[in-house]
């Protein structure tokens, strides 16, 4: 069964927009929320995380909005710049099999200069 | 700087033959990853290890095995290869507190 669902696929954004994706999950054994970020020909990259016990983190241009009730959690992107376009995961870790972690099935964003 | 190296970048190997992808990090982590990428899937979860001989498998084992004989190198092994199993191998590492670092990946072309 898919466990984390990832939308949208893909996204185009103008420059100094706001990027929005979000992550929807159903295991509530999820104990970390992180978002990856990959450009072409490199893996995945850490780029902001959030503990099930806060709401929202901000990270520079880079926020984690976290809906614990819902079990939804969204990604935004301020002022998006070219240099954001990659592909973005939502990727939860399981706190109950060995850390694993979970991956959305990516969002490619475009940002138009 | 710290690290999770695969050997190869690009492979291309034929069908039925045995193939070695290798992973080392060189930072002293417990749990070791291998993912296949997939385009429209993400990433999922082949096999992992938490310890030195230690594994488990992931959400897609079949076909796989691994091996861990030391901490810092976890070797995945694909028995017999099929061109279904043409895809981007990702190896990443952990300390098990949060944060994966990830390898720049294998891309596996089987003919």
């Known amino acids: 069964q898919q466990q984390v669902k990832q939308s949208p696929q893909s996204l185009i954004v103008q420059k100094g927009g706001i990027s929005i994706i979000n992550c929807a999950y159903e295991?509530?054994?999820?104990?970390?929320f992180p978002w990856y970020q990959q450009f072409p020909g490199k893996g995945p990259a850490l780029l902001i995380a959030i503990r099930p016990d806060v709401s929202e983190k901000k990270e520079g241009r880079f926020t984690i909005s976290f809906n614990k009730s819902a079990k939804q959690f969204s990604l935004h992107i301020m002022d998006s710049q070219p240099g954001d376009s990659a592909t973005y995961f939502c990727a939860p870790k399981d706190g109950e099999y060995g850390n694993k972690l979970v991956f959305g099935a990516g969002t490619i964003l475009r940002v138009k200069s | 700087d710290v690290k999770v190296t695969q050997s190869s970048r690009y492979l291309v190997k034929r069908t039925g033959e045995k193939v070695f992808l290798e992973c080392v990090q060189d930072m002293d982590h417990e749990n070791m990853f291998w993912y296949r990428q997939d385009p429209g899937l993400g990433l999922r979860l082949i096999y992992f290890s938490y310890d030195v001989k230690m594994k488990e498998k992931g959400d897609i084992p079949e076909g796989y095995s691994v091996s861990r004989e030391k901490k810092e190198r976890f070797s995945l092994i694909l028995e017999s290869a099929s061109t279904n199993q043409t895809s981007m191998y990702l190896c990443a590492s952990t300390t098990g507190n949060y944060g994966y670092t990830f390898g720049s990946g294998t891309r596996l072309t089987v003919v």
């Open positions: 295991n509530t054994a999820f104990d970390y």
